[in-house]
C-alpha cells in the first residue's frame, strides 16, 4: 500500500493540477453529501418581493426570477447532477464493457453482431439520439439518465473490445483456459482487470461530458422536470437573462457546472499519468 | 617514448542521475576512458550496468528526467558535457554519431530509408542538394545493400532487420565521423547477419580511420572486434584493459567471473558458471565499491574510496585486491 | 483504394440499417400527434382524424414503415409540416450552412488545439503544459450554448466588434451567387474580397463557439501522441544524427503523431455535428441542426428522420475519409489495404 | 512563429468594422426579428402557424377591413364597430337583411397583373369553406358555411346571402381567412388530387395585396416588396419588409438595442417592461382584446368536480405575485373575472376572488378534503417562459392549502393531443379570440358544444341558453342583461380562474410610426413607416 500512497503522492506533487482536481472532486462529493443542510434558504422557497435581486451579503449568489436563493439552488444542485452523471457513466461502463469484453472474447458472429449495434449507436447524432429518447419517453431523471448512458455505451465498448482482442492470445490466458476455467471466469478473473486502466480514464473524461449533455437537454426544455434545481436548466435560465443584465442567474451555476466538469477531465489526465507506464520512468 | 598521443574521445569522472517517482537512480558513478583516433574500444557489462547511459550521456540524448551531475567529455577539443546544444548539434551526425540496437523501430516508420539518409547529408550540409540522392544512393550501396537505386524510396517495415541496421550504418556514416558509437548493433540478428555488421564496420572504419565505441553484453564478439576493453559493472569501470589481457589476466573479480561466464566452442554447457547475486539497487545509499555484496574477496579494506590502479601500461582496475 | 472504399460502405450497411430501423421507431414512439398539433387550435376530432389519414399516420405500424422505406429508396424523405417543403430540399439548402459552420469550428480547434498539444508535449510538466491543459479543458467545460450567448453578449453586444447573430449574413447583403452553396467558397470563387469579409464576420463568433468546444479532445490527443512519439527509438536516431529541432519536432515526430490525431479528428466532427444543434439555436444559423431540432419538439416525423438519416451517412462518409487519409499520412496502411 | 502571426491577421481582419452598410436601402427596409416564421403562405394551408396569418395579411386582400381609431394614449388600433372598403368599393345590404351585395373595384388588379374580378371572390370563399380545418372553422363562426352563399353577379358584383341574421357575418369578413386569390394562376397548378392546388399556394403568392412575395427561405427569413400598383388603400410607405427568423429571445433583444433590427414583438415580457423603463426603444403596449391567461381544472373527474374544492383555489391564487414577478405588470389583473377590460360586459367588481389564504383553507375544510390531495399541474412547454414560473408560483401556493402538486412541462405537439383528451385535471393556459364580442369567447371557451377550448369540459345547459341567446339577440339591453348572466354564472362555477389579460408589446425603434394594433396580434407593414 505504502508504494502505492508514495508513487499517488509523488504524481500529485510532481503535476499540482491534478492535486487541484482532486481538491475540487472532493470538495464536490461533500456538497452533494452535506449539500441541503448546509445552505442558508430553502431551494425552492421564492420570494417575490426579493425577485432578481444581484449577488449581496444576504444572497451571496444573487435570486433568480421568483426571488428564490441561487447560491441554495446550486448547491442542492449538486447532488442531482453528480448523481445524474455518475449513474450514467456507470451504467454505460457496465454494460458498454460488458459488450466490448464478450464481444472481443468470443469473436465470431457475437462480435460482428454486438459491433453492429455499436455501428448504429455512434452513427446517430449523440445529442440528437438523446433528445429523441427524453421526448420519447418523458424528463423524468431516469430518462435523463438512460438517454445519457445509451449514448456512451460505444465507448467503453470499443475500448473494452480493442483491449481484450490484445491480451486473448496472450500466455496467461492460454494458461487459465488450460487450468479448465470456463469463458466468463475468464472474463471476469484476467481479462477484465486489464482493461480497467484506460477505462478508468474514460470514465472520468465522461463524466464531465455527462453533466453537458444534461444540461444540453434542460436547454432545449428536456431537462429536468421543474421546480427541481439542476445546473444545466439554471444556466438554460439565466442564458435568458444575459442580455437584460441579470447575469448572476446563468453565471454561477454555470461556474459551477464548469468546475465540475473542469475537475472530472483533469482527473482523467492525471489518472491517465498515474496509470501510463511510460511515464512512470 | 614520446608523451601519449591526444586521445580522440577523453571520458572523465562522469556521473550521471536518474531523477524517478522512486527517487533518485545515480546511474553513472566518476567513469572514465579514453578512445584513440582509429582504435576500436569495446564497453562490456551485464545489461543495466550503465553502458547505453554512458553513450547517450556523451551525445547528450539521455532522457529528460536523466541529469549529468560532474564530469567531463573532451571530443576533439570539445567538452561534449558543456558544450552549447548548437555545437553539439554540429557535432553530432558529422564528427560523432550513434547506431541503435533494434535497427527497425530505430528509423521513422513512415519515411523512406533513403530520405533519412538524405536528411543527414542535408542537415550537415557537406553535400549540395541536386546530389543529395545521388549521393545516399552511393551510401546505400557502400553499405552493401543490394538495389539501392530502388531501396532509396522502400519503407523500414519492407526491410528485414539486418537490411535496417545497414541503412543505420549508412546513415550514420554519411558524414564519415570520426567516432562511431555502436550501442549492441548486432543483438537481435542471427549470427550470420550479425557478423557481416560487424565485418561491415570494420571495413569501414578502417577505411577513414574511424574511432568505433562497440556497446556490447558479448563477452565473445568484444574479444572478437576491439583493441580494448572497458569493463562496466553497476555504473562503475571497474577495469580497462587490451582484449588479450583482459581475458588472459582478468586482475578484477568481476570480470574474471565474466570471463568465465563467456561461451568458448570448446567448452561444454555445464562448465559455464553463472555469476552469484544481482546488480545492486542504485538508489540506495551506496558502498564505494558496488561489486562488495557480490565478491567472494571482500575485505574492510574494501570499504575504502575506489582506487585507479594501473597494474600494468594500459592495464587499469578499480579493486583494492585486484586478481 | 476503391477497395478499401467499397469494403468500407459495406461495412457501414448494416449500421445505416439499423438507423433507420431505430429513427422510424424512435420517432413514433414520440408523444406528441402531429395531426392534433397542424390540426391547428381550432380543430375537431373529424378535422384531425382527417390530416392524420392525410399524414398516412393511421396505418400500422409495419405499413408505415413499408412506405416509408419505399419512399426512401425513391429518394423522397417526405413532407415537413413546419416549414411545408419536401424535406428534401430543406436538407439541401441547409447542409451547406451546418458543414460549413462545422468545418470552420473544426479548423479554428485545429489551428489552435495543433500547436497547444505539440507545445505541451514537448515542454512535459512545465507550466506550458499545465496552461494547455487548463485552458482546453476549461473550453469544453461549459455548456456551448451557453459559451454561444456569452460570445455575443460580450462581443456583439457589449464591444460592438462581431455582427449581429442574424444567421450566416447580414439581413441587408445578398448571399454570393450560390455555386456550391458553401457561402464561403462561393464568394472566394466570387473573388469579391468585400463579399468574404462579411461572410467571415458572420462566421467568427459561431466558429470560435464550436472551435473552443472541440479545443480540448484534439489538444488532449496531440499532446498524448507527441509524448508518444517523441519517445520512441527513431526520433533518438534522428536527434543522434544531429537534425535540427524543427526538422525533428516537425517532419519526424509531428507527422508520425498525426496518425492518432486524425482518427480524433473525425470523431470530433462527427460529435460537433451534433453539438452544433445549440450553437445553431443561439445564432439562429439556418443548418440542418436547428431545422431537426425545431421538427422534434413538435413531434414533426420526417425532417426528424431525414436529419438523422443525412447524419448517419456523413458518419460512415466521415469515417471514409479518415481511412483514406490514413492512408495518405501512414504507407503501411496505404501498402496493406 | 509564423503560425501565430497568421492567427492574429485573421482574427484582426474578422473584428474590423463591417462597411457602412449600404445606407441608403436601409432607410426603405424594415426589418423584423421574430421567433418564428411562416410555415406557409397559404392562410388555407393545413396547419398554417400564426406568422403565416401575418404573411397573407399582407400579401392578399380581403373583401372589407376594419376602420382605424386612436386611443386616448395616443396609440392607434383597428376599430372592430366600423367596417371600411378594402377589394370592394362599397356594398349594401338587403332590405330583408338576408344578404349582402358588394361592389369590387375596377381598376384593383393581382401582382402577376391579371385584373381581380367577382369570380376569384367566388373561387377564394369557395375554397375557404370547403377545405377544412381552421378555415372552414372560422368561416362557419361567422355563419358562412356554404358555397351556395356567394354568388357572381357579374364582374364587379358579388353578392354573399346570409343563412340566418348573425351579426358576426360582416365582421367575420375582415378576419384574414375569407382573402381574394388569384383563380386562375392557382387553377393552372390545381391537379385531381388537390383541386384547390393547396401544394402550390403554399409556397407561391397568388395574391393582389399590398405587398408581393420577393424570396421566403422557410426557417430562415421571408422578404416583402411593395406592390406599387396597389388600388385597395393608400399605398403603403416602406418599399421592402425583411421578416428574419432569430430563435434566441436574448439576441433580438440585442438586436434591437444596437439598432441591428427595427421591431419585434415577442420578446419575453420582463425585456419590454426593462426597454419600456430605458426609454431608448418605442415601446407600444396593448392589453389583447377578448382574451386571459388562466389555472383550467377538469370539473368532470375528481378531485376538481368539487365546487368548494374550485373556489378553494380561486382564493388560493397568487394574482398580484404572477402579475408582478411574471408578467411583469405588461397586461391588465382580472382576479378571476372571465371577461377582458377592453371587452364589452367587463365589471370589475363581478368577481369576488382575491389571494386570500385562511378564506381557501376553510373552503378546503368546507369541501371535505382539509389536509388536501395530490394531482399533476401542466403547462405548455411553447409557452415556457411565462407559464413555468407561474405554474412554480401556483403550485407553492396550492401546497399551503393542503393541494401538493408536480410540474408537468409538455412539448407543444403532445399539448394539444392532451387538451383534446380533457384529463389534464389542472393546468395553466391562455385563450385570445378574434371577433372582439363576449359571446364569442364563451361559445368557444364555456358553451355545451365542448369545443377544444373548452379544456375544463363544463358542460352547464343554463350557460349554453345564456350564450346561444346572447349570440342572436339584437337589443341592446337584453344583450347586455345575457352577457352579465353568463359571466356571473362563470365566476360563480369557477371552472377556470382568469389570472391576467396579457399585453400585445411592440418594440421598435423611435423612427418607426403608423403601428396599428390588429386582433390577429400579427404586423400590418401597410401603416408603418421608416424615418
Not at chain 1, 471466469?185 to 455527462?210: D, E, K, T, Y
Amino acid at each position: 500500500m505504502t508504494a502505492l500512497l508514495r508513487h499517488g503522492r509523488y504524481v500529485l506533487g510532481e503535476n499540482p493540477v491534478t492535486g487541484l482536481a482532486f481538491a475540487l472532486f472532493v470538495l464536490l462529493v461533500v456538497l452533494a453529501a452535506a449539500g441541503p443542510g448546509l445552505v442558508p434558504y430553502d431551494p425552492l422557497a421564492s420570494n417575490t418581493a426579493e425577485a432578481l435581486k444581484p449577488p449581496s451579503r444576504a444572497h451571496w449568489f444573487g435570486t433568480d426570477q421568483l426571488g428564490r436563493d441561487l447560491l441554495s439552488r446550486v448547491v442542492v444542485a449538486t447532488r442531482l447532477d453528480l448523481t445524474i452523471s455518475i449513474c450514467a457513466v456507470m451504467i454505460a461502463f457496465a454494460v458498454g464493457s460488458a459488450a466490448g469484453v464478450t464481444g472481443g472474447f468470443y469473436g465470431g458472429w457475437t462480435d460482428r453482431l454486438i459491433g453492429r449495434v455499436l455501428d448504429t449507436i455512434m452513427a446517430f447524432p449523440l445529442f440528437v439520439l438523446a433528445m429523441g429518447i427524453v421526448a420519447a419517453l418523458g424528463n423524468t431523471v431516469a430518462n435523463i439518465v438512460y438517454a445519457t448512458a445509451i449514448i456512451n455505451v460505444p465507448f467503453y465498448a470499443r475500448l473494452a473490445r480493442s483491449e481484450v482482442m490484445v491480451r486473448r492470445e496472450a500466455g496467461f490466458i492460454e494458461a487459465a483456459r488450460l487450468a479448465g476455467n470456463r469463458g466468463p471466469r475468464i472474463l471476469a478473473m484476467h481479462l477484465f482487470p486489464n482493461c480497467l486502466p484506460p477505462m478508468m480514464v474514460q470514465i472520468s473524461l465522461n463524466l464531465g461530458w455527462a453533466i453537458l449533455n444534461a444540461a444540453g437537454l434542460s436547454f432545449i426544455g428536456l431537462g429536468v422536470r421543474p421546480p427541481t434545481p439542476e445546473w444545466g436548466i439554471m444556466v438554460a435560465e439565466g442564458a435568458a437573462f444575459i442580455v437584460s443584465g441579470e447575469w448572476w442567474i446563468g453565471l454561477f451555476p454555470g461556474a459551477a457546472l464548469m468546475l465540475a466538469v473542469f475537475c472530472f477531465n483533469l482527473l482523467g489526465d492525471g489518472l491517465r499519468d498515474l496509470i501510463d507506464p511510460r511515464r512512470r520512468t | 617514448m614520446s608523451d601519449p598521443p591526444i586521445p580522440l574521445l577523453a571520458v572523465q569522472d562522469l556521473s550521471v542521475e536518474f531523477r524517478t517517482r522512486a527517487g533518485v537512480v545515480h546511474a553513472l558513478d566518476r567513469v572514465s576512458f579514453d578512445v584513440q583516433r582509429g582504435e576500436t574500444v569495446g564497453v562490456v557489462g551485464e545489461s543495466g550496468s550503465g553502458k547505453s547511459v554512458t553513450a547517450f550521456a556523451l551525445l547528450r540524448i539521455l532522457d529528460p528526467s536523466a541529469r549529468i551531475s560532474e564530469g567531463r567529455a573532451v571530443f576533439g577539443g570539445l567538452d561534449l558535457v558543456t558544450a552549447t546544444e548548437h555545437d553539439l548539434g554540429l557535432q553530432r551526425g558529422r564528427e560523432l554519431s550513434m547506431i541503435f540496437q533494434n535497427p527497425r523501430t530505430a528509423l521513422n516508420p513512415i519515411r523512406p530509408v533513403g530520405r533519412q539518409i538524405a536528411d543527414v547529408l542535408l542537415r550537415h550540409g557537406n553535400v549540395a542538394r541536386a546530389q543529395v540522392r545521388r549521393r545516399a544512393v552511393e551510401l546505400l550501396a557502400q553499405v552493401q545493400i543490394p538495389d539501392p537505386e530502388r531501396r532509396y524510396a522502400a519503407y523500414p517495415f519492407q526491410l528485414s532487420g539486418g537490411m535496417c541496421q545497414r541503412v543505420m550504418i549508412a546513415l550514420a556514416l554519411a558524414c564519415s565521423p570520426s567516432l562511431l558509437i555502436a550501442d549492441e548493433p548486432t543483438t537481435g540478428l542471427d549470427v550470420t547477419t550479425q557478423a557481416a555488421i560487424m565485418d561491415l564496420i570494420r571495413e569501414l572504419a578502417e577505411r577513414t580511420n574511424m574511432a568505433t565505441l562497440l556497446i556490447t553484453h558479448d563477452l565473445a564478439l568484444a574479444a572478437e572486434q576491439c583493441d580494448r576493453i572497458v569493463v562496466m559493472h553497476a555504473g562503475h569501470v571497474v577495469e580497462v584493459a587490451p582484449a588479450e589481457a583482459l581475458f588472459e589476466t582478468p586482475r578484477h573479480p568481476y570480470t574474471a567471473k565474466l570471463v568465465a561466464a563467456t561461451p568458448h566452442a570448446a567448452e561444454r554447457l555445464a562448465d559455464l558458471a553463472a555469476i552469484p547475486g544481482g546488480l545492486p539497487d542504485l538508489r540506495g545509499e551506496l558502498p564505494p565499491c558496488r561489486y562488495r555484496f557480490r565478491c567472494e574477496r571482500y575485505a574492510p579494506l574494501c570499504d575504502g574510496p575506489l582506487p585507479r590502479v594501473e597494474v600494468l601500461p594500459g592495464h587499469m582496475v578499480a579493486c583494492w585486491k585486484p586478481l | 483504394m476503391l477497395r478499401l472504399i467499397g469494403r468500407r460502405l459495406l461495412a457501414a450497411a448494416p449500421g445505416l440499417a439499423g438507423v433507420i430501423a431505430v429513427t422510424f421507431l424512435l420517432t413514433r414512439a414520440l408523444p406528441g400527434d402531429p395531426a392534433a398539433f397542424f390540426a391547428g387550435p381550432a380543430a375537431t376530432r373529424e378535422a384531425i382524424e382527417e390530416i392524420r389519414r392525410s399524414l398516412g399516420l393511421d396505418k400500422n405500424l409495419t405499413v408505415q414503415f413499408g412506405l416509408y422505406v419505399r419512399d426512401l429508396t425513391r429518394g423522397d424523405l417526405g413532407k415537413s409540416l413546419t416549414t411545408g417543403q419536401p424535406v428534401r430540399s430543406d436538407l439541401i439548402s441547409r447542409l451547406p450552412a451546418s458543414l460549413e459552420l462545422t468545418a470552420c469550428g473544426l479548423l479554428l480547434a485545429v489551428a489552435v488545439a495543433l500547436p497547444l498539444g505539440v507545445l505541451a508535449a514537448t515542454r512535459p510538466g512545465s507550466w506550458v503544459d499545465h496552461l494547455c491543459r487548463m485552458l482546453t479543458t476549461a473550453g469544453v467545460s461549459l455548456p456551448i450554448f451557453f459559451t454561444g450567448l456569452l460570445l455575443v453578449y460580450i462581443f456583439y453586444f457589449l464591444l460592438g466588434w462581431a455582427p449581429a447573430p442574424l444567421g450566416r449574413l447580414d439581413a441587408f447583403i445578398s448571399p454570393p451567387r450560390s455555386i456550391t452553396g458553401f457561402f464561403l467558397v462561393d464568394a472566394v470563387l466570387g473573388g469579391d474580397f468585400g463579399e468574404i469579409r462579411a461572410i467571415l464576420r458572420q462566421l467568427a463568433l459561431p466558429a470560435i463557439t464550436l472551435g473552443l468546444f472541440a479545443m480540448a479532445p484534439i489538444a488532449r490527443m496531440t499532446r498524448a501522441a507527441m509524448l508518444g512519439v517523441l519517445s520512441s527509438d527513431f526520433i533518438r536516431t534522428a536527434r543522434a544524427s544531429g537534425l535540427d529541432r524543427r526538422t525533428v519536432l516537425v517532419t519526424y515526430a509531428f507527422r508520425n503523431a498525426m496518425l492518432p490525431v486524425v482518427t480524433t479528428l473525425g470523431m470530433v466532427f462527427s460529435f460537433l455535428l451534433g453539438a452544433n444543434v445549440l450553437v445553431e439555436k443561439v445564432f439562429a444559423w439556418p443548418g440542418i441542426g436547428s431545422y431537426a431540432l425545431e421538427a422534434l419538439i413538435v413531434s414533426d416525423y420526417a425532417p426528424v428522420q431525414g436529419f438523422i438519416l443525412t447524419m448517419a451517412s456523413l458518419y460512415v462518409l466521415l469515417n471514409l475519409l479518415i481511412d483514406v487519409l490514413y492512408g495518405v499520412i501512414d504507407p503501411r496502411a496505404r501498402i496493406e489495404a | 512563429m509564423k503560425r501565430t502571426t497568421a492567427l492574429s491577421l485573421l482574427l484582426a481582419l474578422l473584428f474590423m468594422p463591417a462597411p457602412e452598410a449600404r445606407a441608403q436601402s436601409r432607410s426603405e427596409t424594415l426589418l423584423v426579428v421574430v421567433e418564428l416564421g411562416p410555415n406557409s403562405m397559404d392562410i388555407h394551408g393545413v396547419g398554417a402557424n400564426r406568422p403565416a396569418y401575418q404573411s397573407s395579411w399582407n400579401l392578399y386582400d380581403r373583401l372589407i377591413t376594419y376602420g382605424v381609431k386612436t386611443l386616448p394614449d395616443g396609440t392607434r388600433m383597428y376599430d372592430y364597430s366600423v367596417l371600411k372598403p378594402e377589394l370592394a368599393e362599397s356594398w349594401q345590404i338587403a332590405p330583408d337583411g338576408m344578404s349582402a351585395t358588394f361592389k369590387l373595384r375596377k381598376d384593383a388588379k393581382f401582382h402577376d397583373g391579371t385584373p381581380v374580378t367577382a369570380k376569384d371572390v367566388k373561387w377564394s370563399f369557395d375554397r375557404a369553406v370547403t377545405v377544412g380545418g381552421f378555415p372552414t372553422f372560422q368561416m362557419k363562426a361567422g355563419s358562412l358555411e356554404k358555397p351556395e352563399q356567394f354568388g357572381v353577379v357579374d364582374d364587379y358584383t358579388f353578392r354573399v346571402a346570409f343563412l340566418r341574421k348573425d351579426k358576426l357575418t360582416m365582421p367575420d369578413l375582415a378576419v384574414p381567412v375569407p382573402v381574394i386569390m388569384n383563380s386562375e394562376l392557382a387553377r393552372k397548378h390545381a391537379t385531381s388530387a388537390d383541386p384547390w392546388a393547396m401544394e402550390w399556394v403554399k409556397n407561391n403568392d397568388t395574391g393582389g395585396g399590398a405587398y408581393k412575395l420577393e424570396s421566403w427561405k422557410p426557417g430562415q427569413e421571408s422578404i416583402y416588396v411593395r406592390f406599387d400598383e396597389w388600388k385597395s388603400g393608400p399605398l403603403p410607405k416602406l418599399k421592402r419588409v425583411i421578416v428574419r427568423e432569430v430563435p434566441s429571445a436574448g439576441n433580438r433583444r440585442a438586436l434591437l438595442e444596437r439598432g441591428d433590427a427595427d421591431i419585434s414583438f415577442d420578446l419575453p415580457p420582463k425585456d419590454f417592461s426593462e426597454i419600456a423603463a430605458a426609454g431608448k426603444l418605442a415601446v407600444v403596449a396593448h392589453p389583447v382584446e377578448n382574451a386571459h391567461a388562466y389555472v383550467g381544472m377538469n370539473v368532470k373527474n375528481p378531485p376538481f368536480n368539487n365546487l368548494k374544492v374550485r373556489q378553494a383555489v380561486a382564493y388560493a391564487i397568487p394574482y398580484e405575485k404572477i402579475f408582478h414577478s411574471v408578467m411583469f405588470d405588461r397586461g391588465a389583473l382580472l382576479m378571476g373575472n372571465p371577461i377582458a377590460t377592453n371587452t364589452f360586459g367587463y365589471d370589475a367588481k363581478l368577481s369576488p376572488y382575491k389571494t386570500d389564504m385562511a378564506k381557501a383553507k376553510a373552503l378546503m375544510a368546507d369541501a371535505g378534503v382539509p389536509n388536501g390531495f395530490e394531482t399533476q399541474l401542466y403547462f405548455d412547454q411553447g409557452f415556457a417562459t411565462i407559464n413555468e414560473p407561474a405554474a412554480v408560483l401556483v403550485q407553492e401556493s396550492l401546497g399551503q392549502i393542503g393541494i401538493k402538486t408536480t410540474i408537468n412541462k409538455i412539448p407543444g405537439a403532445n399539448w394539444r393531443n392532451l387538451m383534446l383528451k380533457k384529463e389534464m385535471p389542472i393546468y395553466v393556459n391562455a385563450f385570445g379570440g378574434w371577433l372582439n364580442y363576449p359571446e364569442y369567447f364563451f361559445f368557444w371557451n364555456y358553451h355545451g358544444q365542448n369545443a377544444v377550448f373548452n379544456t375544463m369540459s363544463y358542460q352547464n345547459p343554463d350557460m349554453d341558453k345564456l350564450i346561444d341567446a346572447a349570440r342572436f339577440e339584437t337589443d341592446p339591453k337584453k344583450y347586455a342583461d345575457l352577457v352579465r348572466g353568463f359571466t356571473k354564472l362563470a365566476i360563480a362555477e369557477v371552472p377556470r380562474v382568469p389570472l391576467y389579460q396579457p399585453n400585445l408589446d411592440v418594440a421598435m425603434q423611435k423612427g418607426i410610426t403608423g403601428y396599428q394594433y390588429w386582433f390577429h396580434r400579427q404586423l400590418d407593414f401597410r401603416q408603418l413607416s421608416k424615418s
